[in-house]
């Protein structure tokens, strides 16, 4: 790992700006003009941590720097892991600056975080703090934005892995389940022969302890998401159960999947397979600095 300091400049708080080395091979150039903009409005230490134990040790020594993440989604997910492991998730406001391909950027972009990289930038010299819910599961793992279940199991990411190296590639490997095509993750039902399609699994499924899904009727896809708009920092959930010929919706604190193993994704990236997952809502537990009003 290696890491540099520009001077105090007696504005903003100093920033910890930590660089997902997979975002300079995507977009070197946005890294670039981001980190000049950071670097020349505020005290910044760069760190480029490699390993999980180099992102815990950096993150464990910022002092008072504020964490600042340049990179996707998935970077932005495993820094907050990590906050979350250390029981330091809100005790400082967390900047992203968006790198990377477009789908990798649907969460930030969702969240309300600028996709320019000037404008992102410019949203954590000068931006306010936002509280976040967040989803944690039973596992330690958290999701910025939702988790879905599909009853075919979770996607594998083909032609994109030329080049990820860096700690959010390797950990998401780690975690990677049974493929799932393209049709099953969007809701249609893939095709297995002789025109007859099966995506289902059994799962048992419970919300708040209301049983919305049994083992006894095929699961074709349960989708947990966080409210947005005005129904953000609600405390709850919204959770979506499709089986064959019924769909049932339901808003919670926790959720409970239980199945004879199951793959899943996490803001579009797959963990699993497991054979029982909870995921909660911790109200207003992190902050996000995101452009003033």
Request: glycine share 14%; with cysteine; charged share 20%.
């Amino acid at each position: 790992m290696s890491s540099l300091s520009t001077p105090a400049t007696g504005g903003p708080e100093p920033l910890l700006l930590l660089l997902d080395p997979a975002a300079r091979q995507t977009d070197g150039e946005s890294v670039r003009i981001a980190k000049d903009v950071l670097c020349g409005g505020a005290d910044v230490k760069v760190a480029y941590p490699e390993t999980p134990s180099e992102l815990d040790r950096v993150l464990s020594h910022r002092g008072r720097r504020r964490p600042v993440v340049i990179g996707s989604d998935l970077a932005l997910q495993r820094v907050l892991q990590a906050l979350y492991r250390q029981r330091e998730l809100g005790a400082d406001p967390v900047g992203v600056v968006p790198v990377g391909r477009a789908g990798e950027l649907t969460a930030a972009r969702a969240l309300g975080v600028p996709g320019a990289p000037v404008a992102a930038a410019r949203a954590v010299l000068s931006g306010v703090p936002r509280k976040l819910d967040l989803l944690v599961d039973d596992g330690g793992g958290v999701a910025l934005g939702g988790v879905r279940i599909a009853g075919g199991g979770v996607r594998r990411a083909v032609g994109r892995t030329s080049g990820w190296r860096s700690l959010w590639a390797k950990l998401a490997a780690a975690e990677q389940g049974t493929p799932l095509t393209s049709a099953a993750r969007d809701g249609e039902e893939p095709d297995l022969g002789g025109g007859r399609a099966d995506h289902s699994a059994r799962l048992r499924v419970e919300a708040d302890g209301r049983l919305l899904a049994d083992v006894h009727r095929p699961v074709r896809v349960v989708q947990v998401t966080l409210p947005s708009g005005d129904g953000a920092g609600a405390g709850v959930m919204e959770i979506v159960v499709r089986t064959p010929g019924a769909l049932v919706r339901a808003r919670a604190a926790t959720v409970s999947v239980a199945g004879r193993g199951f793959g899943y994704e996490v803001d579009g990236h797959p963990v699993g397979p497991v054979r029982a997952r909870t995921w909660t809502v911790h109200p207003s537990a992190w902050g996000l600095l995101l452009p003033a009003a």
